[in-house]
């Protein structure tokens, strides 16, 4: 079963506008990370963020966390076509030793 | 440095048959994951291992789908007599640090995209 849902599923902008991405997840959580996937490449670790932190950034990526909402965002500013990919939170269980995944949004950045 | 690879890429099996799935993680890495991707879907756990210890199988859907890792490295993952709903990307994820709160990012293989005719 997939734990968090992405919002929205798809996503078509311009370079050098803003994305923003959401993830909400049903469980608590000890920490929550945000993955994107190239066609044809594996998952490549962008970013995370534990339970007890509210804000991160990491160049171009702003993630903000809201436990009491169950909700995640990742923003990326200043998208270059490069950026078209899909990508994904994961949560991880307090209890568990596994990630768990949404559907992924779908990002389309066009020159 | 390598990180997480697979083999192979892609796999074509007709229905019925076993199929094994390879992952080399990396070097010292002591957890190692494996997940299923459906197309248009995010990744489903399966299995965990920590070294050669299988912790977690929770997530592996039948009694056909099997998982080792003799030595602690190389893990390999068997399919018995494949269904077409086996189809998917099978993905290996290696992790340095071990314990259950998974506090560090895991490192994605490239995945072995299945084919069940």
């Known amino acids: 079963s997939q734990q968090g849902e992405e919002d929205p599923q798809a996503l078509s902008i311009q370079e050098g506008e803003n994305a923003t991405m959401n993830c909400s997840y049903k469980?608590?959580?000890?920490?929550l990370q945000w993955y994107r996937q190239n066609s044809g490449r594996g998952l490549v670790h962008l970013i995370l963020i534990r339970s007890n932190e509210r804000e991160k950034h990491s160049g171009r990526l702003r993630v903000t966390l809201d436990t009491s909402k169950k909700s995640s965002s990742l923003l990326i500013t200043a998208s270059r076509a490069a950026d078209t990919a899909s990508y994904f939170c994961a949560t991880v269980h307090q209890a568990g030793t596994a990630l768990i995944f949404g559907k992924g949004t779908t990002l389309s950045v066009s020159s | 440095g390598a990180g997480v690879s697979q083999s192979p890429r892609y796999k074509v099996a007709k229905r019925g048959q076993d199929v094994a799935l390879r992952c080399d993680p990396i070097s010292g890495h002591v957890s190692l994951f494996w997940y299923q991707q459906a197309l248009g879907q995010g990744p489903e756990f399966l299995t965990y291992?920590?070294?050669?210890?299988?912790?977690?199988k929770s997530g592996l859907p039948s009694d056909r789908f099997f998982a080792e890792r003799p030595e602690g490295s190389v893990s390999t993952l068997k399919i018995q007599r494949t269904q077409q709903e086996d189809s998917a990307v099978y993905l290996c994820a290696s992790s340095l640090i071990s314990g259950r709160s998974l506090s560090y990012e895991q490192y994605f293989g490239p995945g072995t995209r299945l084919t069940v005719t």
């Open positions: 291992f920590q070294n050669e210890a299988q912790l977690d």
């Open positions: 469980t608590s959580i000890n920490n």
